[in-house]
């Protein structure tokens, strides 16, 4: 068994196959192996993040007159070395971890600290990743016994994984053992949004959810049960999710469109926020999916909700204020999920369709009044799930990359562009472009175009496809070249110089950014010669017909655009 704590209260695991007592036990933690040798000389090898025995020897009748006296993994050959009177070698074919989830993800939250990511999914399985390869480290089962995870949420300092189960059930976990640290008495129902919060000098965990109740719990570590310190009722229909606001407010959202502000230091209800038009409108477009705050100017605090009927609503929450509402870009969809970055001023929010939407708002962040639509730019739009709904998303800061969950079973990386990076769990394993320097701006502020990396076609792999890359070689008069990285590239990377359209030689494409190679050499077309097919081509771009140089990029050895 494994023993998550120096305090051993139980088993977390058991690994069951040995028919006689285990003497030895040798850990390869690196390479994720566990050998065991038990009496009848039988040797285990086993995968400690799935739990299972990937080869079992019987070193009896090969070392038959001295007992194995020493085990090792020898990782460079992925062998298996036993030892008596002489070295024997086991060749072993490790089965690889479970390649994903093989149900709906509920969410995906990622910690830079330990630079992972931990995400769980319909059938209370919670998965540990690594963060810069996309490779399972770990998993747990039966978090919630057969009931699906509901919500998600690391404590304050992201040591502890704290989830909801859709029996009512909430706990708190040591995500890298799977051991249950403790369990918070909860209401009956649901719960939907899950936050740890530090409120004067107490720390609590806050839950909401269909039982349309705030509960709080004193987070003590030394209690394996905890009973809410406070249950806050107000609302009339389900909460589905909530934001907090230092010192000691709290913002909640629920089904019916209505916005509550408690103060959950007194549990004094403050505030009552409700659309102007929330009585004419659609029930179904009325429910809040995301609220955040967002800190601006002189340290005062906007609210930012979005929901059923797919527009942002930003309040002046202190005034009761609805200052205004922008349409996000998700085609009158509702808004699945939201995330804000306010130290790279991005907002993102995720659709029912797998569209990803990046929004800018650090006009919004540096003004102290006067906010109005205009602050918030939508800078680019891309489908991260194809057909399938987004869970989750959050902005992975360090490395400038997008992650995403989804009822696809399926978490995903993707530029700020919506260049597709990889999905966790691929056999092959894919590389974390590096960490971005100080200072660096993810978001371009001197364009207002919006890229839309769904016009683009793609393979499954995420690469961009060419429809016609015979014709445009030809067009070019040279060898595809090789590119360092694929993506979808707007208007605002490059500069272009305009020519008479009747020009029959255009100056070469000059990169502002090192987003690829990019040469200088290449023939130029007048976009009037192109045919018909290549519309696609100047849409991947983000450049309208004008007199202005194409150049196509492809890569070798694959008919990739």
């Not at 070698?89 to 093989?102: I, Q, S, Y």
């Not at 000059?510 to 081509?537: I, Y």
Request: aromatic share 6%; hydrophobic share 35%; net charge neutral.
């Amino acid at each position: 068994f494994f023993c998550g704590s120096k305090k051993i209260k139980k088993p977390v695991f058991h690994l069951e196959g040995h028919k006689a007592s285990v003497q030895k036990l040798q850990l390869h933690a690196a390479h994720h192996i566990l050998v065991s040798l038990d009496s009848d000389r039988v040797v285990k090898v086993w995968d400690v993040r799935t739990l299972r025995c990937v080869q079992s020897v019987n070193t009896e009748m090969y070392h038959p007159d001295f007992p194995v006296s020493a085990t090792a993994y020898d990782p460079a050959r992925k062998a298996l070395v036993t030892a008596a009177k002489k070295l024997l070698v086991w060749p072993n074919k490790l089965r690889a971890a479970p390649a994903g989830h093989a149900s709906s993800v509920v969410c995906a939250l990622h910690n830079p600290d330990f630079n992972l990511v931990v995400s769980g999914d319909d059938e209370s399985y919670v998965r540990v990743w690594e963060a810069n390869s996309g490779q399972a480290i770990f998993r747990f089962t039966e978090a919630h016994g057969e009931s699906k995870i509901t919500a998600m949420a690391f404590d304050s300092v992201k040591r502890r994984l704290v989830t909801a189960g859709h029996d009512g059930t909430v706990k708190v976990w040591n995500f890298s053992t799977g051991e249950c640290l403790q369990k918070l008495i909860s209401p009956s129902g649901d719960t939907t949004s899950l936050l740890h919060v530090t409120v004067g000098q107490q720390e609590c965990f806050v839950g909401v959810g269909w039982h349309r109740k705030v509960v709080l719990w004193v987070d003590d570590h030394g209690e394996d049960d905890v009973e809410p310190s406070m249950c806050l009722e107000g609302h009339k229909e389900d909460i589905l999710c909530c934001s907090f606001c230092p010192p000691n407010t709290l913002a909640t959202g629920s089904y019916d469109g209505e916005i509550i502000l408690w103060n959950i230091d007194s549990g004094y209800l403050r505030f009552r926020l409700v659309h102007p038009g929330s009585a004419v409108r659609n029930p179904s477009s009325r429910s809040i999916e995301g609220l955040q705050f967002v800190e601006t100017a002189r340290k005062r605090w906007l609210l930012l909700a979005a929901g059923g009927d797919g527009k942002l609503h930003c309040w002046r929450a202190e005034k009761q204020k609805l200052l205004f509402e922008v349409d996000i870009g998700h085609d009158g969809n509702q808004v699945c999920c939201m995330h804000a970055d306010t130290a790279n001023g991005i907002l993102l929010t995720g659709g029912p369709n797998g569209d990803v939407c990046v929004l800018d708002i650090s006009r919004l962040l540096k003004k102290q009044s006067g906010w109005q639509s205009d602050d918030v730019k939508l800078r680019h739009k891309f489908v991260a799930h194809s057909g399938a709904g987004v869970t989750s998303v959050c902005l992975m800061a360090d490395s400038g990359q997008v992650l995403t969950s989804s009822q696809d079973c399926s978490l995903s990386i993707h530029s700020i562009k919506g260049v597709f990076h990889g999905n966790f769990g691929m056999e092959d394993s894919w590389k974390m472009p590096p960490p971005l320097e100080p200072g660096t701006t993810l978001l371009s502020a001197r364009s207002d175009t919006v890229s839309h990396a769904e016009d683009v076609p793609t393979d499954k792999q995420g690469f961009f496809l060419s429809q016609s890359e015979d014709i445009m070689n030809e067009k070019r008069g040279s060898q595809p070249r090789a590119v360092s990285e694929l993506g979808h590239y707007s208007s605002e990377d490059y500069e272009f110089s305009n020519q008479d359209s009747n020009s029959a030689q255009l100056p070469p494409l000059r990169a502002k950014s090192s987003l690829g190679m990019v040469s200088n050499s290449h023939s130029s077309a007048n976009p009037a010669d192109l045919p018909q097919d290549s519309d696609r081509m100047w849409r991947c771009l983000n450049l309208s017909k004008t007199p202005e140089r194409i150049t196509v990029i492809t890569q070798q050895s694959r008919t990739k655009v």
